[in-house]
């Protein structure tokens, strides 16, 4: 069946879907603060983030008789609700924290590009004060959790999906590059991508069952970042950043 071509409006009032806002705690294999690796906690069907005030009352006789407020310190919090998934990761490494009494950190993500690989997040340290599952005879198991923000959040923009390739290895060679990596499951397509200012970018394509690629004809004494772009797949989206320099000779 041929595809039909169906023109799509433009519009500046594009609505966000809450399905596209997914929690991540960094844990696992590999996982330290300076390099996350970020594991999406299965089965969400809620991650609603809840900030709020106390209020300062600063009412005085001069207030005609109506109360005055001022906005004092300010908390927030994750509340996850989920489907239990067996084996998921991050699930358990919530319910580890909550047990242990250790902090974790999370990040909230939600896409804010077209091509879907770019959002917007919200990151932070969290303590786990509530780890709860129910376990109905004719529904699906399913948890909930709070996660207690510890100081402030910190909210990015132009983040990339933290769920891609994330064993990206780059060795330097003679005026180019070797980059290794372990091939994803399900991708539909693959290309590498390399820059001198790891702001713009220069596609370079690959095989689908491609673990390495030769970028060549680099500039020899240049540092140079390197990233793939998975499409499909359980390593969708932007892989783990590595940096390398050519050598001369």
């Known amino acids: 069946m041929a595809t039909i071509n169906i023109p799509q409006r433009e519009s500046d009032n594009v609505k966000i879907q809450g399905k596209?806002?997914?929690?991540?705690?960094?844990?696992?294999?590999?996982?330290?603060?300076?390099?996350?690796?970020?594991?999406?906690?299965?089965g969400q069907r809620n991650s609603a983030l809840e900030m709020s005030a106390d209020e300062?009352?600063?009412?005085?006789?001069?207030?005609?008789?109506?109360?005055?407020?001022?906005?004092?310190t300010k908390t927030w919090s994750i509340s996850l609700e989920s489907i239990m998934v067996i084996g998921d990761i991050g699930a358990q490494a919530i319910k580890q924290a909550f047990l242990n009494d250790q902090e974790i950190q999370i990040m909230r993500w939600r896409r804010s590009s077209e091509a879907g690989y770019l959002g917007e997040a919200e990151t932070g340290w969290v303590t786990v004060t509530?780890?709860?599952?129910?376990?109905?005879?004719?529904?699906?198991m399913?948890?909930?959790?709070?996660?207690?923000?510890?100081?402030?959040?910190?909210?990015?923009?132009?983040?990339?999906?933290?769920?891609?390739?994330?064993?990206?290895?780059?060795?330097?060679?003679?005026?180019?590059?070797?980059?290794?990596?372990?091939?994803?499951?399900?991708a539909t397509s693959i290309k590498a991508q390399y820059s001198t200012n790891n702001i713009t970018w220069t596609d370079v394509a690959?095989?689908?069952?491609?673990?390495?690629?030769?970028?060549?004809?680099?500039?020899s004494e240049t540092l140079y970042y390197f990233r793939l772009l998975v499409t499909g797949g359980d390593e969708a989206g932007f892989s783990n950043v590595v940096s390398a320099t050519p050598t001369a000779e």
């Open 20 to 42: 596209n806002a997914l929690l991540f705690v960094n844990a696992g294999e590999g996982a330290t603060v300076e390099s996350p690796n970020w594991l999406l906690v299965g």
């Open 130 to 140: 509530e780890f709860s599952d129910d376990a109905p005879h004719d529904d699906a």
């Open 56 to 72: 300062i009352d600063v009412s005085d006789k001069g207030s005609g008789g109506w109360g005055d407020t001022l906005a004092g």
């Open 142 to 186: 399913t948890l909930t959790g709070t996660l207690n923000g510890r100081g402030a959040p910190t909210f990015l923009s132009d983040v990339p999906y933290p769920g891609g390739i994330k064993n990206l290895t780059a060795t330097p060679g003679v005026e180019s590059v070797t980059l290794t990596w372990t091939s994803p499951t399900g």
């Open 206 to 219: 690959i095989a689908l069952n491609a673990t390495s690629v030769v970028i060549e004809n680099l500039l």
